[in-house]
């Protein structure tokens, strides 16, 4: 980049505030900004409520790239309306408290940023980046929350300079609302493809499915999945990563379908435990339950862009923005949301040597044109632009 970028950016401040659970997208734009040593670099996780693997609260500041020891700070995760309540509560006075001021604030949900605009009034910021992750419109029991959530993302969103969109889907909401083109950006659940290892081939039947253990994703048909592809090939196996409320549930369908020696659950692993293994699996499944309301139609999926950037062909579940881009490019298949139909198209890419090389390529390719490092470049160089004007 060039040294007005270099520059501009090392010049700025930054907080990052997000209900964490799993590596994502808070780790990744820390990494970023921690290689580009920014003049400080503040980090809040808060826990995230429906996987409360992350018990309390973490502020981590950095100063021109020297990270100063965590504090830890005691919260609430249930039950999940309060929490959210009580932690926007928490996140306002902890950065009163601070004494410090910022450049920027990129929050992660309409609550952080509702939060993060008082706190601009309240001069702590210049600017609010809200980064939305996409509009669940079922994420609470009640009507009456859901109605009130998105009233809030809709004034987060029209009340904060820039907005970044995980999902295309989101930009066409955004631009309804009234926002101008300028100041929203597509930043899709991409990694820096440099963070991952990536072989060009991979004859192996290993199949991985990464993720939460939750019914949103479909997990319950994994064993089904596998127990008919034995049928074809017998020595096919698949690895689970991740937790959730399903993963007892699962651990006894795996037992009771006798598939112990082919489904093995591996919990939650951090990145920098399984970044280098991914490319030596012949196949990732992505299980989406279809639906128009919850959070995955305007959000984007990581596990995709992950299996992607490692070079694995995709098996995903179909009508969805990004399940598209897996036909359109050729890097696998979209199906409909059954066990055979899941099972019919692994078994495919599992069997045919040809069929299995020549996604793999088309994903390493394809990758590279979505390499978050140069995504999160052109983002923050226009950003940095509009702040000169």
């Known amino acids: 980049m060039s040294n007005y970028f270099r520059k501009s950016i090392k010049s700025s401040s930054f907080l990052l505030v997000a209900n964490y659970a799993t590596y994502g997208f808070q780790d990744l734009l820390y990494e970023y900004l921690l290689k580009q040593k920014v003049q400080l670099l503040t980090k ?45 509560m928490q996140y306002l006075l902890i950065v009163l408290a601070s004494g410090k001021s910022y450049d920027y ?42 109605r009130l959530y998105q ?36 930043v899709p659940a991409s990694i820096p493809i440099s963070s991952l290892h990536r072989e060009k081939n991979n004859n192996s039947h290993k199949i991985i499915f990464l993720g939460v253990l939750n019914d949103k994703n479909g997990v319950g048909i994994l064993p089904d999945i596998v127990r008919e592809i034995q049928k ?15 993963k007892n549930e699962i651990i006894d369908k795996v037992k009771n379908l006798k598939l112990e020696k082919n489904i093995r659950i591996l919990g939650n692993l951090t990145f920098k435990q399984f970044k280098d293994l991914l490319t030596y699996y012949r196949v990732g499944i992505v299980t989406y339950k279809y639906s128009t309301q919850n959070l995955i139609p305007t959000s984007d999926s990581m596990k995709m862009r992950v299996y992607i950037a490692a070079g694995l062909p995709v098996v995903i579940t179909k009508g969805f923005l990004f399940s ?26 599992l069997s045919n040597d040809h069929l299995n ?33």
């Open 44 to 88: 809040i996780n808060l826990p995230l409520p429906e996987l409360p693997l992350l018990q309390h609260i973490e502020v981590t500041n950095v100063y021109l790239g020297r990270e100063e020891k965590t504090k830890i700070i005691s919260s609430m995760v249930q039950p999940t309306t309060a929490s959210y309540l009580f932690q926007a």
């Open 105 to 146: 604030v990129i929050a992660q949900n309409s609550f952080l940023a509702f939060i993060s605009i008082i706190l601009r009034v309240l001069g702590k910021y210049r600017h609010v980046i809200y980064y939305s992750h996409g509009l669940d419109r079922t994420r609470f029991g009640h009507p009456f929350f859901n």
């Open 151 to 186: 009233l809030l993302d809709t004034y987060s969103a029209t009340h904060s300079e820039y907005n970044w969109c995980l999902s295309k889907n989101m930009i066409a909401i955004r631009k309804k609302q009234g926002i101008p083109s300028g100041n929203i950006f597509w």
């Open 232 to 246: 074809k090939i017998p020595d096919a196996t698949l690895d689970i990563m991740g937790e959730g409320n399903m």
């Open 324 to 349: 598209h881009e897996i036909e359109e490019y050729k890097l696998g298949f979209s199906v409909n949301y059954e066990v055979k139909a899941f099972a019919n198209k692994i078994i495919q890419i």
């Open 357 to 389: 090389k020549k996604f793999r390529t088309n994903a390493l390719a394809y990758s590279k044109k979505l390499d978050l490092t140069e995504i999160y470049n052109k983002t923050f160089l226009a950003i940095l632009r509009k702040k000169e004007k």
